[in-house]
C-alpha cells in the first residue's frame, strides 16, 4: 500500500534524529539525542547542571527531504568525580516531502523524544578529559500526511564516547554516539488503520563540539548516517544546535 510505504520510510528516517537529539549550530552538551545526550563536556562531584538546547536539522535520501527545529532539555547529577546520571526530554516539529512522482507526499511530524544515561568520566585533568556514556532512548511521533495520519513509538539503547580538551575560553569536543532501534508505526487512511513493527536498525553520529566557556555557550557539528537494511539506501541527517549550561 502506498501510505504503508511512505509512512515506513519517513519513521525509519526520524528514528536517526529520535534524541534531537540529536544537531549543529552550538550546543552546552546530543539527540540528542539527539548528538551527545550529556550536560556539559566535564563534570565534578556534587555538580547539579541543566542544558537548554534548540535544533535546527535536516534530512535527505532517496525520495525524501525534511527539515525542522525543536527544543529540548538534558538535566545532569555527578555521583563521584567518575559517576554521573542525566535525563533528557523535548520536542521536535519536521516537515517536508516523502516519495517521488505520482507517489510524493506532503508530511508534518512533532516528534517527543525522551532518554536516560549513565556516564563514566575515566580521566580528568585541566586540559583533557574523556566521557563514555550509555542509556535508553525512547520517542513518539505524530505524523499527518496528506492521506494518512500515523503514530510511530521507537525504543532502544544509545552509547558514546566525548574527548574534551581545553584550549583558553574554549573546550573543544569530538565525540561519536551509535543508537540501536526498534519499535512499531500504526497507520490510519481512508481504507482503514494498520499496524507494523519497525525492525531493530541503526544510526550512528559524529560530531564536533565547541564550548565558550564564560558564557557556557557551545557551537556543535553533527552529521549522521543510516543504513536502510533491506534496500542498503543511505539516509543523510545534519543538525545544527546552540545550547546554554546552567549549575543550580
Do not use: C
Not at 6 to 25: D, E, G, K
Not at 125 to 140: E, K, R, V
Not at 151 to 159: D, E, K, N, V
Not at 201 to 223: E, M, Q, R
Amino acid at each position: 500500500m502506498r501510505e504503508f510505504r511512505l509512512i515506513l520510510v519517513s519513521v525509519f528516517v526520524l528514528a536517526a534524529v529520535s534524541m534531537m537529539p540529536a544537531v549543529s549550530t552550538a550546543q552546552q552538551s546530543n539527540f540528542s539525542i539527539t548528538p551527545p545526550p550529556i550536560a556539559s563536556p566535564t563534570f565534578i562531584e556534587g555538580d547539579s547542571e541543566m542544558k537548554f538546547r534548540g535544533t535546527i536539522v535536516s534530512i535527505s535520501g532517496p525520495d525524501i527531504s525534511l527539515s525542522g527545529a525543536g527544543v529540548d532539555m538534558v538535566v545532569r547529577k555527578a555521583f563521584s568525580n567518575e559517576f554521573a546520571g542525566d535525563l533528557q526530554i523535548g520536542i521536535l516539529g519536521i516537515g517536508g516531502d516523502i516519495g517521488s512522482g505520482i507517489y510524493q507526499e506532503s508530511v508534518s511530524m512533532s516528534m517527543f523524544p525522551m532518554g536516560a544515561n549513565l556516564e563514566l568520566q575515566p580521566f580528568k585533568t585541566d586540559t583533557l578529559n574523556m566521557i563514555i556514556f550509555t542509556g535508553l532512548t525512547l520517542s513518539t511521533t505524530f505524523m499527518t500526511g496528506d492521506s494518512f495520519d500515523a503514530t510511530t513509538s521507537l525504543a532502544g539503547i544509545q552509547a558514546g564516547m566525548q574527548l574534551g580538551l581545553q584550549a583558553g575560553d574554549f573546550h573543544i569536543d569530538p565525540f561519536f554516539m551509535t543508537t540501536s532501534q526498534s519499535g512499531s508505526a500504526t497507520i490510519s487512511t481512508s481504507m482503514g488503520a494498520y499496524t507494523a513493527d519497525i525492525p531493530t536498525f541503526t544510526t550512528t553520529s559524529f560530531g564536533l563540539d565547541i564550548v565558550y566557556i564564560p558564557a557556557n555557550l557551545t557551537l556543535s557539528s553533527i552529521i549522521q548516517q543510516a543504513a536502510e537494511q533491506d534496500t542498503n539506501s543511505d539516509y543523510d541527517v545534519t543538525i545544527f544546535q546552540v545550547a546554554w549550561n546552567t549549575k543550580f
